[in-house]
């Protein structure tokens, strides 16, 4: 899914709808405050879709903790699964996970995803160019040399 001239469109028409063009300066406060609204609506959308882009194409890297597994690149959890949704980061994913399988190269390791997530951050800030085969390994490698801290270790 992208962002298309339809939806372009869209929003400039509820622009238009709420009235925030052509208003006399005496509301202009109301003015402002309506932008500001439509803009983070449409900020909102924008998050949307790029997050069903961002779960749809990862190549996922799979990672555990307790008893659900997640993608250490996207941060999609099939703990949604399970647990419901609180949000709508979490709605999306159970979304995703309705229709599709969360599956990709499963590093068999049980982690605090905020941790493994930024660990694998790093290492593709370290290495743009990396490959995901080439970044699973690397994780595991990180994660086997910061085995001590008691948060991290291997199935």
């Known amino acids: ?12 028409n509820e622009i238009n709808l709420m009235g925030l063009i052509s208003r006399s300066d005496d509301d202009h406060d109301i003015v402002l405050e309506n932008t500001i609204n439509a803009f983070m609506k449409t900020a909102d959308r924008f998050e949307n879709i790029y997050k069903k882009n961002l779960y749809s194409n990862c190549n996922h890297i799979l990672a555990h903790i307790e008893d659900h597994t997640y993608c250490i690149k996207c941060g999609l959890d099939d703990i949604v699964l399970r647990n419901g949704v609180t949000n709508d980061d979490e709605k999306l994913m159970l979304e995703y996970l309705s229709n599709n399988k969360l599956k990709g190269i499963d590093t068999e390791i049980i982690c605090d995803k905020e941790m493994a997530m930024a660990l694998t951050y790093r ?18 490698d990180t ?13």
Not at 143 to 153: A, G, L, T, V
Request: net charge neutral; glycine share 0%; proline share 2%.
């Open 1 to 12: 899914m992208e962002f298309t001239k339809y939806d372009y469109d869209n929003v400039i």
């Open 123 to 140: 290492i593709a800030l370290d290495k743009p160019t990396i490959n995901t085969r080439e970044l699973a390994k690397d994780f595991i």
């Open 143 to 155: 994660i086997n040399d910061i085995r001590s801290d008691n948060k991290c270790f291997r199935r």
